[in-house]
Each structure stands twice: as structure tokens, then as C-alpha cells.
Nanobody, 123 residues
Framework: QVHLVESGGGLVQAGGSLRLSCAAS????????MGWFRQAPGKGRDFVAAISWSGGTTSYATSVKGRFTISRDNAKNTVYLQMNSLRPEDTAVYYC????????????????WGQGTQVTVSS
């Protein structure tokens, strides 16, 4: 069982930066792939980024590639999402996710979800 708690969301102007954190409970955090999804008002949950259990492999949605960076610290049971050059279209609730083994891009494959943190980018 993994419990996820996100933090770091907020209001930022376009072009600004935020860093989201996700603290995970459980002694086997290092065996879980981790990721981030986001949901804008009136839309479904979209894949943002994912990282393998070792941190050696990462993937990004095309819309955030080159602007966002996912990383993890297994000693701290924490995964991060550094978001730079933010745009108004990045406004959404951001969810931290976890699953054992490899990661996938579809939301249905992720068994553990945090409660979400709001990111609002003003123009």
C-alpha cells in the first residue's frame, strides 16, 4: 500500500516556475514507478511525466517536454516535478501516481493516486 501526498502547487504568472513534490509512504517506494497526471476543468486526466523505479528512465508528454523535469529521491520517498516556462494552458490539478513495476501512459494503469494539488498560471 502506498499513500501519496502532493505539495507545491499555487498561482504563478506565465513564464514562471513551480516545483511540485510528492511524499510517499511505504517501505518499498524504490520499487514503484512514479508519475504525474493533470486534469484541467472540464477535461480528463492527462499524462504529464513518469519515472522508473531507479530514476534511470523518464518520459514526458509532448506538451511539457523541455519545460518540465521529473526526478525522485528514493532515500526521501519523494518524487518531484520541476515546471519551468509555465503557460496558462498548464493550469490544472496535478496528481501524483504510483504503480509497481514499469510505467504506462494511460491513467488506468496507475493504482495509487494522491489527492491533487492545484496549479494556476495567469496570463
Amino acid at each position: 500500500q502506498v499513500h501519496l501526498v502532493e505539495s507545491g502547487g499555487g498561482l504563478v504568472q506565465a513564464g514562471g516556475s513551480l516545483r511540485l513534490s510528492c511524499a510517499a509512504s511505504g517501505r518499498t517506494f524504490s520499487s514503484y514507478a512514479m508519475g504525474w497526471f493533470r486534469q484541467a476543468p472540464g477535461k480528463g486526466r492527462d499524462f504529464v511525466a513518469a519515472i522508473s523505479w531507479s530514476g534511470g528512465t523518464t518520459s514526458y508528454a509532448t506538451s511539457v517536454k523541455g519545460r518540465f523535469t521529473i526526478s525522485r529521491d528514493n532515500a526521501k520517498n519523494t518524487v518531484y516535478l520541476q515546471m519551468n516556462s509555465l503557460r496558462p494552458e498548464d493550469t490544472a490539478v496535478y496528481y501524483c501516481v504510483a504503480r509497481q513495476g514499469t510505467y504506462y501512459y494511460g491513467s488506468d494503469y496507475w493504482g495509487y493516486w494522491g489527492q491533487g494539488t492545484q496549479v494556476t498560471v495567469s496570463s
